[in-house]
């Protein structure tokens, strides 16, 4: 059974750094695109990152291009959110989940079929 869980959260100042994991478990596992989302208190979840299954291809929402770099290691089956300039407004809870397929800007949450539990991001000085 598919399984992602999410680490590296935590509290950071504002202009610092953070890398995220999400590590799973399945052989399959580099044949899913990773995305990386994340949730105010009072907002819908917003998509911020995907990776395809090898690692070729990369989207960026707008909030995070230039900041937030995607990675992964399928031989470790583990894809790394580095977080970078960390603003007031980057704080949530950061979830990663995994889709059938490489989609690009279309973070629609349906298609994301396995989910961590999130990570806490606070950026606070």
């Known amino acids: 059974q598919w399984q992602l869980v999410e680490s590296g959260g935590g509290l950071v100042q504002p202009g610092g750094s953070l890398t995220l994991s999400c590590a799973g478990a399945?052989?399959?596992?580099?044949?899913?695109?990773i995305g990386w989302f994340r949730q105010v208190p009072g907002k819908e979840r917003e998509g911020i990152s995907c990776?395809?299954?090898?690692?070729?291809?990369?989207h960026y929402s707008d909030s995070v291009k230039g900041r937030f770099t995607i990675s992964r290691d399928n031989a470790k089956k583990t894809v790394y959110l580095q977080m970078t300039a960390l603003k007031p407004e980057d704080p949530g809870v950061y979830y990663c989940?995994?889709?059938?397929?490489?989609?690009?800007?279309?973070?629609?949450?349906?298609?994301?079929?396995?989910w961590g539990q999130g990570t806490q991001v606070t950026v606070s000085s």
């Open positions: 990776i395809s299954g090898w690692g070729d291809k990369a």
């Open positions: 399945e052989h399959t596992f580099e044949y899913y695109a």
């Open positions: 989940a995994a889709a059938s397929e490489y989609r690009g800007d279309r973070y629609h949450e349906e298609v994301y079929y396995f």
